[in-house]
């Protein structure tokens, strides 16, 4: 359920999903429409804290060290407790970062606020007390 929620906020943001959508915890973005590439995208998205992998798409015309999409998972999204909810939120960091992914300062702030979504969603929270 959270990668197709995933999927669907991406999607609604101008992103095309390979295949139309996703019948597992993976999706794969094409990202020619945003006229990035895949290695672009995952260097900006590295910075920001969020962790994707570039990701050849079907009759990729880019070689694969550059790639023209990202992999996206969500199970360590859903390890932490995030719910469909929390996937838009996902989309819109994901989003802001691909999209200001030249201005360091502004990458920085997103990974702040990457940050503080995933300490509303802590692992093992029984160990923090």
Known sequence: ANARALAAALSAR????VSGGTDNH?????????GLTGKEA???LDQA????????IPFDPLPPGKASGI????????TRGMREAEMDEVA????EALARRQDPP??????????ELVERFPLY???RK
């Open 14 to 17: 101008g992103y095309r999903i």
């Open 26 to 34: 993976l999706l794969l973005v094409d990202l020619t429409p945003k």
């Open 42 to 44: 995952q260097e900006a």
């Open 49 to 56: 804290k969020i962790t994707v992998n570039k990701n050849a």
């Open 71 to 78: 992999r996206l998972g969500t199970p360590a999204l859903t």
């Open 92 to 95: 819109s960091l994901i989003d």
């Open 106 to 115: 502004a990458l920085l702030a997103v990974a702040r606020k990457v940050g």
């Open 125 to 127: 929270p029984e160990l």
